[in-house]
């Protein structure tokens, strides 16, 4: 399975030629299973930042339902499983009686709420533990708290690498947004002999080295390659250590196949970031990657000076020939805490849903990824405001919005590249979803846009 899945990524970025390469369609359903790869990634939204290896530590949590110590099995034969519907209206009321301020309506409900919610049960029951979390945080004004308690905690030994992992395998999204990114950038890069990489989350690295194999094919000669990896400091914890293990991973991949390569790192914030801090030469073609990293620039509702379009507006004065954006197609950022918390109720059903098709029910894989790599995300989203909510999400049309203000046009991606993900998502589940829409992709699950992918010049 890691070979197809690597064989298919390689295609993608090959030269030129006459017919595809893939598995024929008979290959793909024979080998078709739920692909576990071993490849280092950044984690789901920023969480190349994901610190903790103790994501809902005993001491943070709100209630009995999200206590890591009761084991899955156990907490399965005690429960039944309530409607769908029903943990949902309760979730909604918890969420409605706390925005109109009912706070003895609502400890009652959260109480009823505790009783139906489980981090080992069914996919709404998961998310309800984690968004009640939220709610409760909420109330007590510690969102903020432990929200930065589990950024910077330092994870404990490779465990937390494992997750992360985990997370990149069992799901298309991640590997949907490099593949859509890296696909773009070696079309429009397809003639350059000298090439500049700024990636504006680097996270492990890994997003890289496809391309740089993909580059070392050229048939007259690999290009030389520069890339600057921009990362904030914490992510670090992340990595289990600095730029400098991205550098040596890149380095060793350019010996491997035989291409120049540089690298410098930036532990710098995204909206802290200079011309002059880019090296910017003469002669190279750049291109720019934000890969689910730009939603956490602030933008004009966070702060007067408005991050987030200056940093377009940087970037956009570098000439580069390509700038790719992959993003959560969902809308949290400017809207009132009951709208957002029926976003984020939406958004999140349709993720757990999609992990629950690969991993078991009492899977501790499965536990755990969605404590150390998707719940830090949800109470931020639920419980914080103003500076301190930091996942703050906008819909393609926003991002199109900001992108044509900055003076970007769009850059359509190809259809050989849809087809090439098409046939990446027939390795996972049929209710995996692919829409083309002016030029980018929205991946989804059933009738639920998760993911987009763009690219601009």
Not at 69 to 87: A, G, I, L, N
Request: aromatic residues 8%; contains cysteine; glycine residues 6%.
């Amino acid at each position: 399975m890691r070979h197809a899945l690597h064989e298919i990524e390689t295609v993608l970025m090959a030269p030129d030629t006459d017919e595809p390469t893939t598995s024929t369609s008979a290959e793909m359903n024979e080998k078709k299973q739920p692909p576990f790869t071993r490849q280092q990634s950044r984690t789901w939204t920023h969480a190349t930042q994901l610190e903790s290896a103790d994501l809902l530590h005993p001491q943070y949590l709100s209630g009995r339902c999200l206590n890591p110590e009761v084991h899955p099995e156990k907490r399965q034969r005690e429960m039944s499983y309530p409607p769908c519907d029903d943990v949902k209206q309760l979730l909604i009321k918890c969420a409605e009686a706390l925005s109109e301020n009912k706070i003895e309506e609502f400890k009652l409900l959260v109480e009823e709420t505790r009783s139906v919610v489980s981090i080992s049960g069914e996919p709404i029951q998961r998310l309800g533990a984690y968004m009640l979390e939220g709610l409760v945080a909420r109330h007590e004004s510690s969102g903020t708290n432990i929200y930065r308690a589990l950024r910077c905690r330092e994870p404990e030994g490779s465990e937390l690498l494992s997750y992360m992992r985990i997370l990149y395998d069992i799901c298309p999204y991640i590997k949907f947004g490099y593949m859509a990114a890296n696909g773009a950038i070696a079309d429009a890069l397809r003639n350059e002999d000298s090439i500049h990489i700024i990636d504006f989350q680097i996270a492990q690295g890994t997003q890289w080295i496809t391309l740089i194999q993909a580059l070392a094919a050229r048939p007259g000669g690999p290009p030389h390659v520069r890339i600057t990896g921009i990362d904030d400091p914490v992510a670090e914890y992340a990595r289990g250590g600095g730029l400098h293990t991205v550098g040596k991973l890149l380095l060793d991949m350019s010996k491997k196949f035989n291409i120049p390569l540089e690298f410098k790192g930036l532990p710098v914030y995204g909206p802290e970031v200079t011309r002059e801090m880019l090296d910017i030469r003469p002669g190279e073609a750049l291109a720019v990657n934000f890969t689910l990293q730009l939603h956490h620039t602030p933008d004009e509702s966070v702060d007067v000076n408005n991050p987030r379009d200056g940093l377009l507006r940087l970037v956009k004065g570098l000439s580069p020939k390509v700038t790719t954006l992959v993003e959560q197609e969902s809308n949290t950022n400017t809207t009132p805490f009951l709208t957002r918390f029926m976003e984020t109720l939406d958004y999140y059903s349709a993720m757990f849903e999609s992990i629950d098709v690969t991993l078991p029910r009492d899977s501790k894989e499965r536990i755990n990824v969605e404590q150390h790599c998707l719940a830090k995300d949800i109470v931020n989203i639920v419980a914080c405001e103003g500076k301190d909510r930091i996942e703050r999400h906008e819909l393609l049309g926003k991002w199109r919005s900001r992108l044509s203000m900055a003076g970007f046009k769009p850059y359509p991606l190809s259809p050989y590249v849809n087809s090439v993900i098409k046939t990446l998502l027939g390795y996972y589940s049929d209710k995996y979803t692919l829409v083309e829409k002016d030029g980018t992709l929205l991946l989804g699950w059933k009738n639920r846009n998760l993911i987009s992918a763009s690219a601009w010049h």
